[in-house]
């Protein structure tokens, strides 16, 4: 499959992905630890930025290692929202990705991680740009409407 980059999202946008996981009705989200920034503990659909030269699912293959220890494998890509931080535009991309609920064993950027359903997920406090990524979820696999 290959990424979107590059075709719906100017390069000089800095780029990040999320990988959305469902498992039934449930999504799984993870808690960011306390630091100093302003999105500290927060919940978010994990993954992180794309390094350059990097496709998408590379990223979110790469980030699920690094912040989980956990394999994913990458489905198809949802939608992504633009958005301003820092003065800077900036886009994250969601991809549906298939990750195994009994194989989240290590939180290393986490404080928690859960799975639970959307309209739940929807109603937590959540990092800016994860929120604006609820109705792509939404509309694309159909749940909670």
Not at 57 to 62: H, I, K, P
Not at 68 to 96: D, M, Q, T, Y
Request: proline share 4%.
């Amino acid at each position: 499959m290959g990424s979107k980059k590059g075709k719906d999202t100017p390069i000089s946008l800095h780029r990040s992905v999320a990988g959305i996981a469902v498992h039934g009705e449930l999504f799984f989200i993870a808690r960011r630890r306390q630091d100093a920034s302003e999105m500290s503990q927060r919940w978010e659909f994990p993954g992180g930025k794309v390094e350059r030269k990097e496709s998408d699912e590379a990223a979110l293959e790469r980030e699920f290692l690094e912040e989980f220890n956990a394999p994913i494998r990458v489905l198809r890509f949802l939608g992504e929202s633009v958005f301003a931080n820092k003065g800077k535009a900036r886009a994250l991309a969601a991809w549906e990705i298939s990750l195994d609920p009994t194989n989240i064993a290590i939180l290393n950027e986490h404080s928690e991680a859960a799975w639970l359903p959307l309209d739940t997920i929807a109603n937590m406090e959540l990092a800016d740009s994860d929120r604006s990524l609820i109705p792509i979820v939404q509309a694309t696999l159909k749940v909670n409407r």
